[in-house]
């Protein structure tokens, strides 16, 4: 993430090797923002807004009932 100039400036490194970031972006990005953040797997977790976290439900949802036998 810290190569990604979307993401970068925003990191806030912790003592302990994890870090945060808080970004505020347009209503009509948050689903753009959710696919950036869906390619880096369990490394990251999205803690709002409730579209975010609710699109992100929707696409684990997804995966899960591709995968369900």
Known sequence: MESNPRFGPYIQHKEDGSGALA???AAEDMRFYVDLIWQLGDEVKIVGPAEATA?????????????HR
């Open 55 to 67: 699109y992100m439900h929707q696409k684990i949802e997804s995966m899960r009932m591709l995968y």
């Open 23 to 25: 970004i505020q972006i």
